[in-house]
């Protein structure tokens, strides 16, 4: 069965710091990982793609297959990145349904 | 824009009462799913069309069904909603599965039961 663990609900950081939010996963089988994010009074919006090893609004994220985690990384946060944060992972095939974790809220401190 | 819509964005049925929400896409997406969001919890999938066929997930309960009368429109429907079934429900849509680009995501309808 596929699992996706945020262990943090809540985090802070002051602006200008970096920030890391942790994701770690289950799932039998080789899966597609991505992040979503929600901005206040937004709809939930793709934030990332592992598929694609790409770098969004200075967010990137590196599949580590040994750990099986997933971790969102910025070096620089800043006020505007204050948002929910889901980590979701999908299979490669058919309708690849996308299950989520709980979610992190991160909250960049001016 | 070209966007998932879904109808209304707050929905107060009773206790017992049928209710249906509505999500339309102008995206021309094959998939279209339906969630689930509890307070605090994770989007947890209820099921999907993947062009006309219907997937429905292990755990969705009986009471929710759905219709995907064509490519642009799919209804939830709720037939006796109780307590437990207050929450947010979001429709998203992808292109084949979503791997490349990912899903679209609708605002979401908030479903009270009183």
């Known amino acids: 069965a596929q699992r996706v663990t945020q262990p943090e609900k809540l985090l802070s950081v002051f602006k200008g710091a970096p920030v890391e939010l942790k994701c770690n996963y289950s799932?039998?089988?080789?899966?597609?990982l991505f992040w979503y994010v929600q901005y206040s009074r937004q709809r939930l919006q793709l934030l990332l793609r592992h598929i694609s090893r790409e770098s969004i609004k200075g967010f990137t994220a590196d599949l580590n297959k040994g750990e099986t985690s997933f971790h969102l990384k910025k070096p620089f946060a800043q006020e505007e990145d204050s948002a929910m944060y889901y980590c979701?992972?999908?299979?490669?095939?058919?309708?690849?349904?996308?299950?989520f974790g709980t979610g992190t809220r991160l909250t960049v401190i001016p | 824009d070209a966007m998932v819509i879904q109808n209304p964005r707050y929905q107060v049925t009773q206790f017992g009462k049928p209710v249906t929400l509505s999500c339309s896409q102008t995206?021309?997406?094959?998939?279209m799913y339906w969630y689930q969001q509890k307070s605090s919890q994770a989007p947890k999938l209820l099921f999907h069309?993947?062009?006309?066929?219907?997937?429905n997930e292990a755990d969705t309960p009986d009471n929710f069904q759905s219709r995907r009368p064509n490519t642009s429109f799919c209804f939830l429907d709720i037939r006796s909603p109780g307590l437990g079934d207050a929450a947010m429900y979001l429709c998203?849509?992808?292109?084949?599965?979503?791997?490349?680009?990912?899903?679209?995501f609708g605002s979401g309808t908030r479903l009270t039961v009183v």
């Open positions: 998203a849509t992808s292109r084949d599965g979503g791997v490349l680009y990912g899903y679209t």
């Open positions: 979701a992972l999908s299979g490669r095939t058919g309708a690849n349904n996308l299950f």
């Open positions: 799932y039998s089988g080789s899966p597609e």
């Open positions: 069309y993947y062009d006309k066929d219907f997937n």
């Open positions: 995206l021309n997406h094959n998939v």
